[in-house]
């Protein structure tokens, strides 16, 4: 509950009889006095008791209690009960009795919050994002931590019995190590996923005078003082700060703790100390290689730390630099909300040809001043690396989603005999920088170093967050290799061949071995190697890390039809079910024997699965090695990443394909667009002749095999099946969950689409008069060409949820008017937007609305009441009622019930967070964005989250368990029975 002053006691006030005549004992004793009559009880000492008593019982008896505590306490504990005696003394309208007790705070610190914090846990708590939390079985539970006698129940236990407990803070640190046989767990259940748990902390914080305030929690995912969400941040980033304004009273601060065996987590609060845009440091910065500057973004982190203001900059200079001719603009200027913390992009632009001459410097400085809108300005050092065009370097990028990444890059050792030379993708594991995974890749020759690949491009991408190389990590992999391509082209002069985009060797480590896979099997006909280091499968599967529904709270609530609906957004990522698309490409598998981290279980089923679909394999486990090494059979022979079995197998991919195609000296001068692909050469090694089966679970994150791309599936996200057979004069193919496919020649070995007959299930295509590509589609039983579709839903506008941020995206607030409402909705906006920023650098900008453009370039988060639908003129895909919900023919009953579900919008899509008051959206929809796996967590709604859920009341008790509805809509946008968990 909020307690609040309203100010209504003035100095007027102070000066009467009641406040200036009367000491605070006779206060004390004539208010006792005046309310003993009654025989109140007071059980407890505790602030949290004398709102159970004003909310449960009477106003009258929690004064009664609040004297007494008064009365009885040291001088240092009593300004906490002094508030409490204002606040609702005003409330009451007993203006002299308010201004009593508000005198006796003149003294009084503005903030101040206990060392002594309640805890509530621990309690069982499932791997996927998000589980039900049993301490909200009981709707009272978090208001009774004044009772020692309240009882709460964990499978965890001895007894199965939690209470509420007090935990002291240490300069802010709560540590927590809860009473429980881990051990015992552990050897009975086998497995450590058991020792993950959940509680609550919950403190108050007092406030005796209207302040303006900045409060941050460390070590969890997400915070409340009072109802207001607040990000907090899980990988203990001190810049995470969120300014308030705070009334005089006292204010709950609670904080849902996550945590294997043990955590710190660190609250604090305190007077605000800049009310202005913070300038935290440059994110990401490019390098300038032999003086010349060939990628121009930077990204800086900046959050608003006004309360009430919204800011953005005015205008920005470059005030000096050692550099003559760099300049810095905004890329990108928008409003920053109130505690929003967000990435603001810079674009360097220089004037001179290079400065190689004085690039013998290390670094150079670049110093900005920034003018924001409130007439405040702040200085930034930007200091750009030099760099050499034979070493690593680093360049930035504009990404899918519109923010900056960035990657490391090295020139091939020796030119390829290409137009163009292949890249060498390699994708880093856990911690690993994209500088320090590209400098892997070396080998000392004649006591020298050598970095970098021969005949290929090295480089190694990377982005913030658990995104495994999954979703925005793939997304993010795929266009670093575009931008070099471009890069590389536009500064042709500079490099010895440039980089091609459309030839790659897959390549990783650990997470980076997942996402040699991940991202191979999604782009076959790109690949020319594939080579998987400690790779896992599948997270899921991975150990004990993201196990799926084992202990989870929920799988006591949860209908077996919404695990299957959710298994079904994350089927793409699993590698070993697309075992069959890397037939053709040459693979190489290698771990350490020893390996405890990733066991080489893992690489070995891979192993038996691409064996099984006659895959060429190679598999290697070294004895005496672990996960890492930096030596295989001699120190400094390239180790894990790059001995010489690693560089022979990558460089021999290469050879193999220059012997198979014309060869050219390509000078740096000829390195064009226009030149393009060289053509085929035939020869007796054909990869896109015979049998080949290719499986897409969905088409929006698939590319070509064989050069077939799929358009639509009958029905969305399941799985889908080409067996083809490639003749010499004939291809046949046939299909499983297919509607409409693209088919185009594929760079690396062209099927020859055009002088081949197709057979399709049994038909043979007549074939368009016109080059490729063609469509063909699925229409009354019969394969055929077409223009493109054979429904309105396609590849653009596919779901799950996540799809959302895989373009530029915004969160827009639909806002009616009401303030009260509004308020809401911009907290979850705030929330959602820096969650996004947190966990994977996503710049999100947010947006009030109350009429829809007729053309939105982005996809866009929509946060609004059902009637937001009506008045911006979206299709209504489901219908609140006075009894609960409609979606299709399924009328799904209960109070209280939420949503959150993709629209179509022209080609963009729009995800609806909806329900019938601002309050359930905040409180039940925002609780699916929740993405913390100790110790990291994932981007919102990147994993288990269909194109639609619908919530009941219970979601903060049961988690997935209080999921009414789950599906994928159908082409035509429909509620489908096939794609969704409820039947009707």
């Known amino acids: 509950m909020r307690y609040v002053a309203n100010f209504l006691v003035t100095l007027s006030f102070l000066g009467s009889s009641c406040s200036s005549k009367l000491t605070e004992n006779d206060f004390i004793e004539e208010n006792i006095n005046a309310l003993k009559l009654h025989r109140y009880k007071c059980q407890s000492l505790e602030v949290s008791f004398l709102f159970w008593l004003e909310k449960y ?130 050897s009975s259940l086998q497995s450590m996923a058991v020792t993950e748990w959940q509680g609550v902390l919950v403190n108050d914080i007092v406030v005796t005078k209207d302040s303006d305030v900045q409060v941050q929690c460390l070590g969890v995912n997400v915070f409340y003082v009072n109802d207001m969400v607040i990000n907090a941040d899980v990988y203990h980033r001190q810049e995470y700060w969120y300014p308030l304004s705070l009334s005089l009273g006292i204010y709950t601060i609670k904080v849902p703790v996550r945590a294997k065996v043990n955590t710190k987590v660190k609250c604090s609060i305190e007077v605000l100390k800049k009310r202005s845009l913070i300038f935290h440091y440059v994110k990401f910065s490019p390098d300038l290689v032999s003086g010349n500057l060939f990628a121009p973004y930077v990204s800086i982190l900046v959050s608003n730390m006004n309360p009430k203001e919204t800011l953005s900059i005015k205008s920005l200079k470059t005030t000096s630099n050692d550099l003559i001719g760099l300049s810095a603009e905004l890329f990108s200027n928008f409003e920053i909300y109130p505690g929003q913390i967000s990435n603001i992009i810079l674009k360097l632009t220089s004037s001179f040809a290079n400065v190689e001459s004085s690039c013998k410097n290390d670094l150079f400085a670049v110093n900005l001043l920034f003018k924001v809108s409130d007439g405040q300005e702040q ?26 990444q960035h990657a490391a890059a090295i020139q091939p050792l020796s030119p390829c005999l290409l137009e163009k030379c292949p890249v060498l993708l390699t994708l880093h594991g856990t911690g690993v920088t994209a500088q320090n995974q590209a400098d892997s ?34 997304l993010t992999a795929l266009t670093s290799v575009k931008e070099l391509s471009m890069l590389t082209l536009k500064y042709s002069g500079y490099f010895s061949k440039c980089a091609d985009s459309d030839l790659i060797v897959f390549a990783g480590h650990s997470m980076g071995g997942h996402g040699a896979w991940q991202v191979s099997v999604h782009n076959p006909d790109r690949a020319l190697a594939v080579i998987s280091g400690a790779g896992w499968l599948s997270k899921e599967d991975y150990g004990d890390s993201n196990l799926f529904y084992h202990f989870d709270v929920s799988i006591s609530y949860i209908d077996p039809a919404i695990k299957l609906v959710q298994e079904a957004c994350i089927n793409e990522n699993h590698a070993d079910k697309h075992a069959s698309n890397l037939k053709g490409i040459y693979v190489m598998i290698r771990v350490g024997a020893d390996d405890k981290t990733v066991h080489p279980y893992f690489s070995r089923r891979m192993f038996r699965l691409l064996k099984a679909n006659n895959v060429n394999v190679t598999y290697n486990e070294i004895k005496g090695k672990e996960h890492w090494w930096w030596d295989t059979n001699k120190p400094n022979d390239g180790g894990v990443t790059n001995d010489f079995q690693i560089r022979s ?27 393009g692909k060289l053509k085929y050469t035939k020869a007796e090694e054909r990869r896109n002749f015979g049998n080949y089966h290719f499986v897409v679970f969905n088409p929006a994150s698939f590319n070509g095999g064989r050069g077939i791309y799929v358009i639509q599936q009958k029905f969305p996200m399941l799985k889908s099946e080409l067996k083809i057979e490639i003749k010499e004069k004939d291809v ?124 939105i370039l982005d996809n866009m988060i929509l946060i609004g009441t059902e009637n937001c639908t009506k008045h911006m003129g979206l299709r209504k895909l489901v219908n609140f009622t006075s009894s609960g919900l409609r979606i299709g023919q399924c009328h799904l009953q209960g109070e209280n019930i939420s949503a959150l579900y993709l629209l179509p919008h022209n080609n963009r899509l729009i995800l609806f967070l909806t329900a019938q008051n601002a309050e359930n959206i905040r409180t039940t929809v925002l609780r699916s964005s929740f993405p913390t796996i100790p110790p990291m967590t994932r981007s919102p709604f990147s994993n288990l989250v269909p194109d639609y859920l619908i919530f009941s009341s219970e979601i903060l008790p049961k988690g997935p368990g209080a999921f009414l509805c789950a599906g994928f809509w159908s082409n035509e946008w429909t509620y489908d029975i096939k794609t969704s968990s409820c039947t009707c």
């Open 441 to 474: 890749y070396k080998y000392m020759k004649n006591g020298k170093f050598l970095f970098g690949v021969d005949k290929l491009w090295l480089l190694a991408p990377t982005r913030h967050g658990a995104h495994n190389w999954e979703g925005p990590g793939e």
């Open 379 to 404: 200085e930034m050092l930007l200091n750009l690396r030099c760099r050499e065009v034979n070493q690593s370097f680093l360049f930035t990028f504009i990404d899918h989603d519109g923010s900056v």
């Open 649 to 675: 197998f990558a460089t021999n991919a290469v050879n193999n394909y220059e012997r198979l195609h014309k060869t050219s000296e390509c000078s740096r001068e000829s390195c064009s667009q226009a030149n």
């Open 732 to 855: 046949h193919i046939s299909t499983i969950n297919l509607l409409c496919i693209r088919v185009a020649e594929p760079v690396i070995d062209p099927v020859m689409w055009q002088e081949k007959h197709i057979y399709i299930d049994g038909f043979e295509i007549q074939k368009p008069n016109q080059e490729l590509p063609w469509f063909l589609c699925l229409i009354n039983g019969i394969w055929n060409v077409c223009e493109g579709k054979v429904y309105e839903r396609d590849i653009s506008t596919y779901g799950p949820a996540r799809r959302i941020a895989e373009n530029p995206f915004h969160i827009s607030i639909c806002d009616n008017g009401n303030n009260e409402e509004s308020s809401v909705l911009l907290n979850s906006a705030i929330f959602l937007s820096n969650l996004f920023q947190s966990t994977s650098d996503t710049i999100v900008l947010i947006r009030r609305l109350n009429v829809l453009p007729d053309v």
């Open 57 to 186: 019982e009477s106003n009258e008896h929690a004064i009664f209690c609040a004297l007494q505590v008064i009365k009885n306490k040291n001088i240092e504990s009593k300004q906490a009960f002094w508030v409490f005696l204002h606040n609702i003394f005003t409330k009451k309208n007993e203006v002299k009795k308010a201004a009593f007790a508000l005198k006796q705070l003149k003294n009084a610190k503005t903030l101040t919050i206990s060392e002594r914090w309640h805890f509530l846990g621990p309690f069982q708590i499932g791997k996927p994002e998000f589980d039900g939390n049993p301490a909200y079985d009981n709707k009272i539970s978090i208001e009774k931590r004044w009772d020692s006698t309240f009882l709460a129940y964990s499978e965890l236990t001895n007894q199965a019995i939690v209470k509420w407990v007090q935990v002291l803070s240490q300069n802010g640190v709560i540590y927590l190590d809860v009473n429980v046989n881990w051990n015992n767990l552990i």
